[in-house]
């Protein structure tokens, strides 16, 4: 678990925009699926949400790895 922490820690810390990108790419992804209605995804937003959190995370985190 420690290893895996750390080999996380030094990926993120080498591309500190990373998350945020891609919270941002779900975020479009989200919007591009608003054409299709009908399913849960869209009705329930999923890409959003999870891109949000993604994107919130990355932007707390570029700090203290960068």
Do not use: A, C
Request: proline letters at 5%.
């Amino acid at each position: 678990m420690n290893e895996l922490l750390d080999k996380l820690s030094h990926f993120f810390g080498k591309y500190p925009g990373l998350l945020p990108l891609i919270g941002v790419g779900l975020i479009s992804l989200n919007l591009l699926l608003q054409v299709f209605q009908g399913s849960w995804i869209t009705e329930s937003n999923l890409f959003l949400h999870i891109g949000l959190i993604i994107s919130l995370i990355g932007l707390l985190l570029v700090r203290p790895l960068g």
